[in-house]
């Protein structure tokens, strides 16, 4: 019996990371133990996470399989499209050109801005009166 090639993936966004493993299959989708259209209901987030795939196409060449933890499910998702990205480069060195033109082996560096002392939060400040 002959191992299987896996290739492994980390993306990350905002507090999020996800943990991808990419394998030789029929395009079946598993994030945390369940199906895509389960644990991301809305059909945009569904579309973030297919661009890698489609930018390369090879939607039905791989099994996806995903471990995302933290943050929302948008940043989930931006987290998980950067984790299939690079683990499709690891797949194929020649899908480089493709995925940097489209952006998607780019870390999204926002981050949410800390609470300073004496203010109410990041940027607004406690009102201010004369006397």
């Known amino acids: 019996m002959e191992a299987q090639a896996l290739f492994l993936g980390t ?12 394998k030789a299959g029929t395009g079946q989708f598993v994030v945390n133990k369940r199906t895509i259209d389960d644990y991301f209901p ?3 987030l569904r579309g973030i996470l297919r661009e890698p795939l489609e930018a390369t196409q090879t939607a ?3 099994d996806i399989f995903v471990n995302v933890a933290g943050g929302g499910v ?25 995925l940097r033109g489209k952006g998607l082996l780019t870390r999204d560096p926002r981050m949410k801005e800390r609470k300073k002392y004496g203010q109410k939060g990041a940027r607004s400040h406690f009102q201010w009166t004369k006397r």
């Not at 993306?11 to 990419?22: C, H, Q």
């Open 74 to 98: 948008a940043s989930q998702a931006g987290a998980v499209r950067l984790g299939i990205a690079r683990a499709l480069l690891k797949a194929d060195a020649t899908f480089r050109s493709v």
């Open 42 to 44: 809305r059909e945009t």
């Open 11 to 22: 993306g990350r966004r905002k507090e999020s990371t996800a943990r991808v493993i990419l």
């Open 60 to 62: 039905a060449k791989y």
